[in-house]
């Protein structure tokens, strides 16, 4: 079984919808991170949380909310969609501690089109 | 503040050629750089990581990269390409107390026969 997974995997949705993505991991890690992935940008984060009671913005959090429900599940929420939220979605997961925290495991990703 | 550029964003080189795909950072604590790779519609997966130990690093599938303080460079390298490298490959830069990464904006590798 995979250790970090993402549901769903493929999503299109319409302007003005909620829609949430959701992100599940079973390395026991503390830390998780959302990211968006567009085409010559490279992956940006959108927010990202250290335990479940600490969850901070990243760069491009605009538009979107997050909710840590557990320490395995971290979900990204798109309170009314809109087009240019259409990308690629990573969730990502690292240790809390030592030079092994310092690199992150990442999902497979959810495809989002928002028409 | 951190910041990763990746010098082409495509790049072209013949089954069994040299792979060279470059990276310069921008880092105001010491750094921590890694290179992960994409495959077509799959996620990102650990390549190699530069963690302050040995400047020269190894990765999986045949892939190195040698940290060079002086020129800010963590470039990627590859002796013989095969097919199977052809894939998108990321650079990032973390460091300081946080794990939190900033990446490049990606190098398309495409493998000729």
């Known amino acids: 079984d995979a250790d970090v997974t993402q549901t769903p995997r493929n999503r299109i949705t319409k302007t003005g919808k909620r829609i949430m993505l959701e992100c599940s991991q079973t390395?026991?890690?503390?830390?998780m991170y959302w990211y968006r992935q567009d085409p010559g940008l490279g992956l940006r984060l959108i927010y990202y949380?250290?335990?479940?009671?600490?969850?901070n913005k990243g760069e491009i959090s605009d538009g979107y909310s997050v909710s840590r429900q557990a320490q395995a599940k971290f979900s990204l929420s798109l309170e009314s969609a809109i087009p240019n939220q259409t990308a690629l979605y990573f969730c990502?997961?690292?240790?809390?501690?030592?030079?092994?925290?310092?690199?992150?495991?990442f999902g497979p990703g959810t495809r989002l089109t928002v028409t | 503040a951190q910041s990763v550029t990746q010098l082409g964003s495509h790049v072209s080189v013949s089954e069994g050629a040299l792979v060279l795909l470059r990276c310069n950072y921008s880092?105001?604590?010491?750094?921590?750089l890694f290179w992960y790779v994409q495959y077509p519609n799959q996620g990102l997966q650990l390549l190699l990581k530069?963690?302050?130990?040995?400047?020269l690093v190894k990765g999986i599938n045949g892939f190195e990269a040698e940290f060079k303080k002086s020129e800010t460079s963590f470039h990627l390298t590859k002796p013989s390409a095969h097919m199977s490298d052809a894939a998108e490959y990321f650079c990032?830069?973390?460091?300081?107390?946080?794990?939190?990464?900033?990446f490049g904006t990606g190098t398309r590798l495409q493998v000729t026969l």
């Open positions: 990032a830069v973390g460091g300081g107390t946080a794990s939190k990464l900033t």
């Open positions: 880092s105001s604590v010491p750094p921590y």
């Open positions: 949380s250290f335990d479940v009671k600490d969850i």
């Open positions: 390395k026991g890690h503390d830390r």
């Open positions: 530069y963690t302050s130990a040995a400047t």
């Open positions: 990502a997961t690292s240790e809390s501690s030592g030079s092994s925290g310092r690199w992150q495991y």
